[in-house]
C-alpha cells in the first residue's frame, strides 16, 4: 500500500474500511462477445490515445466532471441502507482511485440523493429486479449509482449468490451492494468507461489471453493481447485472481499457464481484477486510463462533462463535497486554511438551476478552559458571496452572522471543550461560481 493511500485510509475513511466485505464479492458485469471496435472504429490504437489527445497520464489533469446521482434502498420503515456519510466516502473514495491514477475523470455527488423505502426491493434481485429499477429510476445527464442491502440472485438447488455490484451496460445503471470494498464502484464505473476484467475468458481454449505479449493473431500482424483478455496490452494476462491470491494481495498461482504452456505473471492491484482481498486493487494502467477517456468522449453527456464546455467553471468542486449536512460535515483543523466552492450541479436540464448552497464543517475543542477563538473567511479564486453563517455547538445554535466581503470575521468568546458545527449557506443566486477560504484560530479577544 503507497504512503500515499494509507495517509487518505487513516485521515479520511473510517468507515468503509472496517465494512464486512462479502467473501465471494463478485462483479456481476457481463461482458459482450463483440469488443473492442476502438481501434476498428476510429483508425487509432489504444496505446496511441493518449499521445493523439496529447493527455499525460504522469500527472491529474481533469478532463471531465461528472455528477452521479444516488439511489438507496432501504427498508419500509426507513430503516437500513447507506447514510450520507458512508455516501460520502463512496465520492471521496471513487476520487481517490480516479485522482492517483490520473485518469482525467472526477466526480461529484447530486445532492437529491433518491431514498426508497420498500421491503420488497430492499434486498434487490440480480435478474427480476434490477434491470427493471434501472429504467424505472433513471435521471439524465449522470452516471446513476443503486445501492442495495443485498444483491442476490437466486440459483436453482443453491443457495443465492450475492453480489459486489454490476454495471448494466443496456440501462447505464452502475448498481453496488452496502458494506462492499472501497474499490467497487470504481470498478463498477470503469465498466461504465468500457473496461473489461483482465482475467476475461481465460479459462477459454479459444478465446484465452496469452501471457507474451508478442504472440500474433495467425495471419494477421494484430497482436492477440489487443484482442483477447480485456483488449489492452498493458494489463498482463492473468487467471481469476480470486482463487490465487492471498490477503496480503500475493499472487499464488505459480503453476498456473495459459494455452501455450506460459506460467501467468500478473499484477494484482488492478482495480479491474477480481483479487481475492478487493482492498489490494489501487491501480488503472495508461492504456486503461486510455480506454476511459475515449469512452467518455463518446457518451452522449461529453460535452457537457467537458471542462472545455463554457459553462464547465461552474462545476467546480471541492475536495470536501459532499458536506450539506452536520452528518456529512467536514472537519477542520485549526489554522488550517481551507478553500470551498458552491458549484452548479449538471442536471441534464436548462431550466433547473442545481446549485449547491449550503457547506458544513466542524472543529473540535479539546482544552477544557473557555478561549477565544476567530473564524477567517476569505476571497478565493471565486466570487466572494454574501453567506450566512450559523454556528452550533452539538444541536444548539449559539451564534448567527452575515458575512460580506467587507465583514468576514466571526468571533466566538470564551469557547470551551466540544464539538462545534459551522453552517455556511449562500444567500443569493449568482451567475458564475462563488467560493471562500476559511480558516479557525485561537485568539486573544478584547
Ligand atoms: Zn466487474
Redesign the pocket.
Known amino acids: 500500500m503507497s504512503f500515499s493511500k494509507l495517509f487518505f485510509i487513516l485521515f479520511f475513511i473510517p468507515i468503509l474500511s472496517n465494512a464486512q466485505i462479502f467473501s465471494n464479492e463478485e462483479?456481476?458485469?457481463t461482458e459482450f462477445p463483440i469488443f473492442n471496435t476502438f481501434s476498428e472504429k476510429k483508425g487509432i490504437k489504444i496505446n496511441e490515445y493518449l499521445d493523439l489527445c496529447n493527455y499525460n497520464h504522469k500527472i491529474q489533469n481533469i478532463k471531465y466532471r461528472i455528477p452521479i446521482k444516488f439511489y438507496i434502498y432501504r427498508k419500509s420503515n426507513g430503516k437500513g441502507g447507506l447514510s450520507e456519510k458512508e455516501i460520502k466516502e463512496h465520492i471521496r473514495y471513487l476520487n481517490y482511485y480516479y485522482s492517483t491514477n490520473n485518469t482525467g475523470l472526477s466526480f461529484y455527488l447530486r445532492p437529491d440523493i433518491e431514498y426508497i423505502d420498500n421491503d420488497k426491493l430492499h434486498k434487490l434481485n440480480y435478474i427480476s429486479q434490477a434491470p427493471f429499477q434501472t429504467i424505472k429510476r433513471k435521471t439524465k445527464g449522470c452516471i446513476n449509482v443503486y445501492i442495495t442491502e443485498k444483491f442476490k440472485r437466486n440459483r436453482l438447488f443453491h443457495v443465492p449468490k450475492n453480489f459486489s455490484?454490476?454495471?448494466n451496460s443496456a440501462t447505464g445503471g452502475v448498481i453496488i451492494a452496502n458494506g462492499v470494498s472501497s474499490s467497487t464502484l470504481a470498478?463498477?464505473i470503469?465498466?461504465y468507461f468500457g473496461l473489461k476484467?483482465p482475467h476475461r475468458n481465460w479459462q477459454s481454449k479459444v478465446k484465452g489471453e496469452p501471457v507474451s505479449r508478442t504472440r500474433l493473431i495467425p495471419g494477421t500482424n494484430t497482436r492477440m493481447c489487443e484482442k483477447k483478455g480485456d483488449g489492452l496490452c498493458d494489463t498482463p494476462a492473468e487467471p481469476k485472481l480470486t482463487k490465487y491470491t492471498n490477503e496480503k494481495c500475493v499472487y499464488t498461482g505459480w503453476n498456473v499457464k495459459d494455452k501455450y504452456g506460459t506460467v501467468y505473471t500478473p499484477a494484482t492491484n488492478n482495480i479491474?481484477s477480481?483479487t481475492r482481498n478487493r482492498e489490494c486493487r489501487d491501480n488503472f494502467t495508461p492504456e486503461q486510463v486510455a480506454l476511459m477517456l475515449f469512452t467518455a468522449s463518446t457518451k452522449k453527456n461529453a460535452k457537457n462533462w467537458s471542462i472545455n464546455n463554457k459553462d464547465a467553471k461552474n462545476y467546480d468542486f471541492d475536495y470536501f463535497e459532499p458536506d450539506n449536512s452536520k452528518e456529512t460535515a467536514s472537519e477542520i483543523f485549526l489554522r488550517t486554511r481551507q478553500t470551498h466552492t458552491f458549484h452548479k450541479i449538471y442536471t441534464g436540464k436548462k431550466k433547473l438551476k442545481y446549485e449547491d448552497n449550503t457547506d458544513f464543517l466542524y472543529f473540535k475543542l479539546k482544552t477544557t478552559k473557555p478561549q477565544d477563538y476567530i473564524i477567517y473567511l476569505s476571497e478565493s479564486n471565486y466570487i466572494f458571496p454574501e453567506m450566512d453563517v450559523t454556528i452550533y455547538k452539538n444541536d444548539k445554535i449559539i451564534l448567527k452572522k452575515s458575512i460580506n466581503s467587507k465583514n468576514k470575521k466571526i468571533a466566538l468568546k470564551k469557547i470551551g471543550k466540544g464539538k462545534y458545527f459551522i453552517k455556511i449557506h449562500k444567500k443569493n443566486d449568482y451567475k458564475l461560481i462563488t467560493g471562500y477560504k476559511i480558516k479557525v484560530e485561537k485568539i486573544k479577544l478584547n
Open positions: 462483479c456481476a458485469h455490484g454490476t454495471y470498478h463498477e470503469g465498466h476484467h479491474m477480481y
